[in-house]
């Protein structure tokens, strides 16, 4: 069921709700958080189905701030009240803003919050570089970003890590945790050699893959390579393969299909790991079962970005060297 409510505000909207429920029991009391989604139109229902999805397994309260015209003069405000079926196991609350009421969105959902439960915030868009730090980071426990759709990945790790604070977190970092944990298993297991290099493939400038060689390098404190993989053999995912090289061999991890990897080691059968890409409902619903800081997430941040800052440095000595050399050829 979809309730329309144009040029409304907040306090309308709240008040509706709790006549919803004195009448006829459609919003349930029973929900364990609040999800606050900041977010524009093309992504807007892709975020919906996602939290009515997760709800299924964390009920909550879901608000989303859609922001149609940022410039228009006046304020105005025209939402949308979702339950049932077109809600999952929570409500949905849409807000379409424009005006100047937009710049404030903390204000806007202030008296549509959850009493006495946590708050996420959730920008699917775009990754922040100091969420903690924004009108709606100031209210949420947890702040989820997206970088996966960012083009530059050096550059938004960088800033990501500038802006870093307890209680940030990043679905690109969320999709590396089956990876992590078979890499984990692979090494938990006899023989407990050393890993002398790693290659990491996959897309180079995509942050995942930045991601996972700053884990890499900070856990086993070994040179880390990346190489580029081909869009035919990526698919959908933004890594191919992980290959850990120790004295007697090379382990390696290659996605052969959109729904498994293929653990290669040395003296042992193939073993097929079913490791399905992971969508959006379901890192979002891993993001939802602990609120708590992922401190790891933070060091890996750092790492990345000193990489970045390494790299940039290496770069830019390179050129300045190369323009010497043409100056000095020039005047011979």
């Not at 029973?30 to 807007?44: A, K, M, N, Y």
């Not at 970088?147 to 800033?159: I, M, Q, R």
């Not at 944990?181 to 493939?201: G, S």
Request: one cysteine or more; aromatic letters at 2%.
């Amino acid at each position: 069921m979809i309730i329309e409510l144009g040029n409304t505000t907040t306090s309308a909207v709240s008040k509706r709700l709790v006549s919803m429920r004195e009448e006829g029991g459609a919003v349930a009391l029973g929900r364990v958080l609040t999800l606050v989604i900041s977010t524009g139109e093309r992504r807007g229902e892709a975020a919906i189905a996602a939290a009515n999805s997760a709800s299924g397994e964390h009920p909550m309260r879901v608000i989303v701030i859609h922001v149609v015209d940022r410039n228009a003069k006046t304020s105005n405000m025209d939402a949308e009240i979702r339950v049932g079926g077109d809600a999952g196991a929570s409500e949905v609350i849409v807000l379409h803003v424009s005006g100047p009421a937009a710049d404030d969105p903390e204000t806007l959902v202030q008296a549509l919050l959850l009493p006495d439960a946590p708050v996420v915030a959730w920008w699917p868009d775009s990754a922040l570089g100091a969420p903690s730090a924004s009108s709606l980071g100031r209210i949420a426990q947890l702040r989820i970003v997206d970088s996966g759709s960012a083009s530059n990945g050096g550059e938004t790790v960088t800033k990501l890590a500038e802006g870093f604070c307890d209680g940030d977190s990043d679905l690109a970092w969320t999709r590396l945790t089956s990876w992590r944990a078979q890499i984990a298993a692979v090494l938990d297991q006899p023989p407990y050699e050393p890993i002398q290099e790693v290659e990491v493939i996959g897309r180079p400038s995509h942050t995942s893959t930045l991601l996972m060689a700053a884990w890499l390098q900070l856990a086993l404190q070994v040179p880390v390579r990346l190489a580029q993989a081909t869009e035919r053999e990526l698919g959908r995912a933004q890594l191919r393969a992980i290959k850990l090289t120790r004295p007697s061999g090379v382990v390696t991890f290659e996605r052969v299909s959109d729904s498994a990897v293929v653990l290669t080691q040395p003296g042992q059968p193939e073993q097929k790991i079913p490791m399905p890409v992971r969508d959006l409902p379901d890192v979002l619903a891993e993001e939802l079962r602990s609120l708590g800081p992922d401190r790891v997430f933070g060091e890996v941040l750092a790492e990345a970005a000193e990489t970045e800052a390494r790299e940039l440095a290496v770069a830019e000595t390179a050129s300045t060297t190369d323009e010497s050399a043409e100056n000095d050829g020039a005047q011979a």
